[in-house]
C-alpha cells in the first residue's frame, strides 16, 4: 500500500528503529535505494558544465556524472541583394495556444517590420504558412517589391516547390 510522503517515513522510523542486523540491512537497503534514485535523477536532469573544477569535484564525492560535450552549430542568414528585402517567418505550436510571426529584413539585415499573432490551436504548418502570410501583408503593406521568403519548416517549403499544394 502506498502512503502519502510524511507517513511512508514515520512507518519507516517505526519499523526500522532497532539495530538488529535485519533493520540495519533494512536502512541500508532504503539508503541505496534512494541513492540510486538521486543519482539517476541527477544524471538525466544537471547540466554540469565541463570543466576541470567540476571534474575534480565530483571525483572527489566519488559521484559518477557523465558530462555532455556540446558542440556549436554555426549557421549564417544569407540575405538578398540591395533592394531586395527578405521575409523570415516561423510558427509554434504549444499546449496553451499557438504563435506565429515574420521579420522583413532588408539586404543589411536592418527589420523593416517585424509582426506576431497568435491563434487558437490547429497545426504547426498553420502557424508556419500564416507567418509567411504575415510577413507578405507587412511586405505590400509598406509597398516593398522583389521579396524573398524563408522559413525553418521543411513541410510548407515543400508546398511551395510542389506543383500540386496540399496542406499537411
Not at 19 to 30: E, F, G, R, Y
Request: aromatic share 10%.
Amino acid at each position: 500500500m502506498l502512503l502519502d510522503w510524511d507517513r511512508e517515513i514515520q512507518w519507516c522510523l517505526n519499523h526500522f528503529a532497532d539495530n538488529t542486523p535485519d533493520d540495519v540491512l533494512k536502512k541500508l537497503a532504503l539508503n541505496s535505494y534512494f541513492y540510486h534514485i538521486w543519482a539517476e535523477r541527477n544524471t538525466q536532469c544537471l547540466k554540469v558544465p565541463n570543466t576541470a573544477q567540476n571534474r575534480t569535484l565530483f571525483n572527489r564525492w566519488s559521484i559518477n556524472v557523465s558530462f555532455i560535450l556540446h558542440l556549436p552549430i554555426e549557421c549564417a542568414w544569407k540575405g538578398p541583394d540591395n533592394g531586395e528585402y527578405m521575409i523570415n517567418s516561423d510558427g509554434s505550436l504549444a499546449k496553451n495556444g499557438a504563435r506565429y510571426g515574420a521579420i522583413v529584413r532588408d539586404h543589411l539585415g536592418n527589420a523593416i517590420v517585424v509582426v506576431i499573432g497568435n491563434f487558437k490551436p490547429m497545426t504547426i504548418t498553420v502557424y508556419e504558412l500564416q507567418g509567411i502570410e504575415a510577413g507578405l501583408k507587412m511586405a505590400v503593406n509598406y509597398n516593398l517589391k522583389r521579396i524573398y521568403v524563408g522559413s525553418d519548416s521543411k513541410a510548407v517549403v515543400s508546398l511551395f516547390s510542389k506543383k500540386e499544394r496540399v496542406i499537411p
